[in-house]
């Protein structure tokens, strides 16, 4: 081996050696960030945290007797019902 392919190897080496610390710097700096970010955008947001949104109370979860009544008297499944029950109310 001459001095021109040593030089050659080193200098190869040298540029895998650069490129594996850039990389390490860069994962270091992205690693490196706060680690309360998150919990400060989910204080931010705890406003909208499904506990405190209206579909989830206890009274708005459950459909009213009279808002089933009105959901059902146009459908299909009323009329059916209510043509079974005058066939039988016939007799």
Not at 29 to 52: C, D, E, H, M
Request: with cysteine.
């Amino acid at each position: 081996m001459d001095f021109a392919e040593i030089k050659k190897a080193l200098l190869e080496e040298k540029e895998k050696y650069d490129a594996e610390q850039e990389f390490k710097a860069t994962v270091k700096k992205v690693y490196s960030r706060p680690k309360n970010y998150l919990t400060k955008q989910v204080k931010k947001a705890g406003k909208q945290s499904p506990g405190s949104l209206e579909c989830f109370k206890e009274e708005n979860m459950y459909y009213t007797e009279r808002e089933t009544q009105d959901y059902l008297a146009g459908t299909s499944y009323m009329e059916t019902y209510n043509a079974i029950k005058e066939q039988d109310d016939w007799n």
